[in-house]
């Protein structure tokens, strides 16, 4: 048995000494494990995709976002899926506030004209038979985030929260009128309508919520909002 071996076994039955050097990991060999789960069909392992480029700006190494899409052709399932999944982990390290591996958001503002807002719905489909959880992918996120030494204290998420939570009634006050509103917020926390507030929940309300997600509507409010 190796030194390096016997150090690690040792450490599995409790006693452990330290942890043997490992070789330091590569840009390309990241591009490489990035694709192979593109393409693996495995969701539970894909589910680990955003935590990787989250590792990657955490580390500071760089990845060249452009050669990993360029090496396929342009309708490949693989990179239609490597696509995906770089958009939806833009989506969920801005989301979550951690931030991205430099280029990925120039290259997610230029995917999201040809898929749109990925995590919209509660599923995103990559090959005809993949389906990925966008809760799962979201919470595979935070507990890598929460791992992280010193991510950020509970004021800092504190104070981002209630921001956030300020951000949204500002924009819902926008939006609907302050009843319309109220049921929305009583509707998502899964509150109990009563028989009125319901009939003009699917009446009224609804119909707004379903024109919020229509993709080339999202996709005209950006653009104009720029302006």
């Known amino acids: 048995m190796k030194k390096?071996?016997?150090?690690d076994v040792l450490g599995r039955l409790g006693y452990p000494l330290l942890v043997p050097?490992?070789?330091r990991i590569?840009?390309?060999r990241v591009a490489e494990v990035l694709t192979t789960l593109a393409a693996c069909g495995d969701s539970r392992l894909i589910e680990g995709f955003p935590v990787i480029l989250a590792?990657?700006?955490?580390k500071g190494l760089a990845l060249d976002f452009d050669a990993l899409l360029s090496s396929y052709a342009t309708q490949s399932k693989r990179k239609q899926n490597l696509e995906k999944l770089l958009l939806i982990s833009f989506q969920l390290l801005k989301d979550e506030g951690l931030q991205e591996p430099e280029g990925l958001s120039s290259q997610a503002e230029i995917l999201r004209k040809?898929?749109?807002?990925?995590?919209?719905?509660e599923t995103v489909m990559l090959d005809e038979d993949i389906f990925l959880s966008t809760e799962r992918l979201r919470n595979a996120l935070r507990r890598y985030a929460s791992s992280l030494?010193?991510?950020?204290?509970?004021?800092e998420?504190?104070?981002r929260k209630q921001q956030q939570s300020f951000e949204l009634q500002q924009d819902l006050s926008l939006l609907f009128s302050p009843k319309q509103k109220e049921l929305v917020l009583k509707k998502f926390a899964g509150e109990s309508l009563t028989k009125t507030e319901q009939e003009y929940f699917s009446r009224?309300?609804?119909k707004k919520l379903k024109a919020l997600t229509n993709t080339e509507l999202r996709r005209i409010a950006t653009r104009l909002a720029k302006t």
């Open 4 to 7: 390096d071996e016997l150090i």
């Open 114 to 121: 040809t898929y749109g807002d990925l995590l919209a719905g």
């Open 157 to 159: 998420r504190e104070k």
């Open 149 to 155: 030494e010193g991510f950020s204290s509970t004021r």
């Open 204 to 206: 009224v309300v609804k």
């Open 21 to 23: 050097e490992r070789p």
């Open 26 to 28: 590569t840009r390309g």
């Open 55 to 58: 590792n990657c700006a955490h």
